[in-house]
């Protein structure tokens, strides 16, 4: 009897062993330097200031994440694996840029009614050093990364919504911990914006919720850059193709 072809599917090929990944030096260098402009800030913050109360700021845990993120990144793009969740690199990006935008245009802003303008420019050595990787280098590598260095199309609109959950974690911590420090207590709220002692409750839920609806328009900005920007070069192929010829 003739035998009967074998019709049962092949298993899938993942795509890593159809298009084996590269390793992407530059990305990894850049990375790398941006996870220690964040570190650089962060150690220097807690040597020349109390670390519980340095660890308070919102400014610090986005460089936190920063750090992270883009030192995990960079060890990927030199190993050859795959890059982290856009999910992930894109709430990152999110929580930094918040934090230049906020630090240049209402705290180091003398037209802001919240400006500590006359504080940021007494700043002086390794603090203003700090000050400087931590509100401008990194939010300006973060965004440079993020446009030079990905692939556009991966973030979702739904990521908006949810990258909102950063933010909102550190403002029930900020003003939980401001009711349960005692009044006098010296930065018992981080940022003047959330002083309910100066402000009310009223005035600083008001304040943060147009934050919120900011950084909500922000995100889906993100979101629509990414579906628009175009794909950076990939590398060459070092090997040359073949030139058409005939056979000898």
């Not at 035998?3 to 899938?12: F, G, I, L, S």
């Not at 700090?130 to 446009?147: E, K, M, R, S, Y």
């Not at 979702?156 to 401001?178: D, I, M, N, V």
Request: proline fraction near 8%; aromatic fraction near 8%; hydrophobic fraction near 50%.
């Amino acid at each position: 009897m003739p035998r009967t072809p074998n019709t049962q599917a092949a298993p899938a090929v993942p795509a890593a062993a159809v298009v084996p990944t590269v390793r992407r030096p530059y990305a990894a260098a850049f990375r790398a330097l941006i996870a220690l402009a964040a570190t650089t800030g962060l150690v220097i913050e807690c040597v020349h200031g109390n670390v519980l109360v340095v660890l308070s700021f919102f400014t610090i845990w986005s460089n936190i994440l920063v750090a992270l993120v883009a030192g995990w990144s960079a060890v990927r793009a030199w190993t050859r694996r795959p890059p982290l969740p856009a999910r992930w690199t894109g709430g990152v990006l999110l929580c930094i840029t918040v934090v230049g935008l906020v630090f240049h245009l209402v705290l180091d802003n003398e037209a802001s009614r919240f400006n500590q303008a006359a504080e940021i420019g007494a700043l002086t050595g390794a603090k203003a050093v700090a000050n400087q990787l931590l509100h401008t280098v990194t939010p300006i590598g973060v965004a440079l990364d993020f446009l030079l260095l990905t692939r556009p199309g991966a973030l979702r609109w739904r990521h908006a919504a949810q990258w909102l959950a950063a933010p909102g974690l550190y403002l029930t911590f900020a003003l939980t911990r401001g009711a349960l420090l005692s009044p006098g207590t010296p930065t018992r709220y981080t940022y003047p914006f959330l002083d309910v002692t100066a402000h009310g409750y009223a005035a600083v839920l008001t304040t943060t919720a147009v934050l919120g609806a900011a950084f909500y328009a922000l995100g889906l900005a993100i979101v629509g850059l990414d579906r628009i920007r175009p794909a950076p070069r990939p590398p060459e192929n070092r090997i040359s193709p073949q030139r058409a010829r005939g056979l000898k």
